[in-house]
């Protein structure tokens, strides 16, 4: 829910001031910490090192700062070979009012029929969990512990039901050359932790039309926090899962105007993980698609080049935006896409920001 993952919550204009909101309880490092040489060893301090460091599991619990989120997201299969896509996600907005918003998408990729719904509510309906989080609202459940996670929720016409294992390491995110593994510094935009777990065993139910049917398959989840504004900047993130067994986080920063400023992200694969180093990754853009609800452009095919290769994406269905007006404020692109080229694999794309850039572009028209 790459860095920032998952689709980001302007919650009216109150929650969008209060994303500016420091919360007494986090931790945040002042402005006068920004690098500067050190003497010793004439490398900039990172802004990131004032803080402290990741810790896991006591890190998978909500953390009260300014923006939170935990995401899910997969392809499962069934014995006889159907395939469904899934997202899910809770948002955290501790600002002058907190909020807490789920969003969830079921895609049949039989039929190309997907199931949408999101909820909303004030405060933040979680029962304390040691080293985890149990968050229900309106009959939906996402909660974890250290050794299993647990999704539940409803759609017109669906629901599913799922329990995962944990398998493997936290992957902890980090910019090439940090010393601060799990957190990203974004300039004047904040500083955030994140780190995720790429292949989190799945197996449960989907119920469509009343028929249930057991699935099971690799979710990948996210889970990203800390004093950071979501609406400076857009981005394009992808949660990929290759065929050798590898996982590739990456993700493309976009400014009001759509111009690039940053692209990064983590390879990683069961013997660890590393940073993208500058210049070893190109992002190209391909096909767009525009929604005829919104009228929104969005980018749904792509060339990643990297040194090992070149991926080509391209998702399973173009028509995956999700309008969380109701909830968020914004709209944005989220769906399974294909990976084909030096590698085959699966995973999921998100296009985030593409709205407020349609939305400026209109106005200069």
Do not use: C
């Amino acid at each position: 829910m790459i860095i920032f993952l998952a689709a980001l919550v302007s919650v009216g204009a109150v929650i969008a001031a209060g994303l500016h909101y420091l919360s007494t309880t986090e931790r945040v490092p002042s402005t006068n910490m920004a690098a500067v040489p050190s003497e010793a060893s004439q490398k900039p301090v990172e802004r990131t090192a004032a803080l402290p460091a990741l810790n896991l599991p006591a890190d998978d619990a909500p953390h009260g700062s300014a923006m939170e989120w935990w995401y899910y997201s997969g392809i499962l299969g069934a014995e006889a070979g159907q395939r469904y896509a899934f997202h899910m996600v809770v948002f955290v907005a501790n600002g002058l009012v907190k909020h807490t918003v789920m969003h969830a998408a079921l895609t049949d990729l039989q039929t190309g029929k997907r199931y949408l719904s999101q909820t909303r509510t004030g405060g933040t309906p979680a029962t304390k969990v040691a080293n985890g989080f149990d968050f229900r609202q309106q009959g939906w459940q996402v909660a974890a512990s250290p050794s299993s996670h647990f999704l539940r929720a409803g759609f017109d016409g669906a629901s599913i039901a799922f329990d995962l294992g944990v398998a493997g390491p936290a992957v902890a995110h980090r910019a090439a050359g940090s010393d601060t593994p799990g957190l990203l510094d974004f300039g004047n935009s904040g500083i955030s932790y994140y780190y995720s777990r790429p292949r989190l065993p799945a197996q449960g139910n989907i119920v469509i039309a009343g028929k249930s049917l057991p699935v099971r398959g690799d979710l990948w989840f996210d889970h990203q926090w800390g004093e950071f504004d979501v609406l400076t900047l857009g981005w394009n993130w992808f949660a990929l899962h290759l065929a050798d067994g590898s996982d590739l986080m990456l993700y493309e920063l976009f400014d009001a105007d759509g111009r690039k400023v940053m692209t990064a992200g983590t390879l990683s694969n069961a013997k660890g993980s590393r940073p993208l180093q500058p210049g070893e990754v190109a992002l190209v853009p391909g096909t767009t698609w525009t929604s005829p609800k919104t009228g929104i452009a969005y980018v749904v095919e792509w060339r990643i080049e990297l040194p090992s290769g070149v991926l080509n994406i391209k998702p399973f269905l173009p028509d995956s935006e999700f309008d969380s007006g109701a909830t968020t404020g914004n709209v944005y692109w989220e769906g399974p896409v294909k990976v084909s080229g030096s590698q085959e694999g699966q995973g999921f794309l998100e296009l985030s920001g593409y709205d407020r850039l349609s939305a400026r572009q209109s106005k200069s028209k």
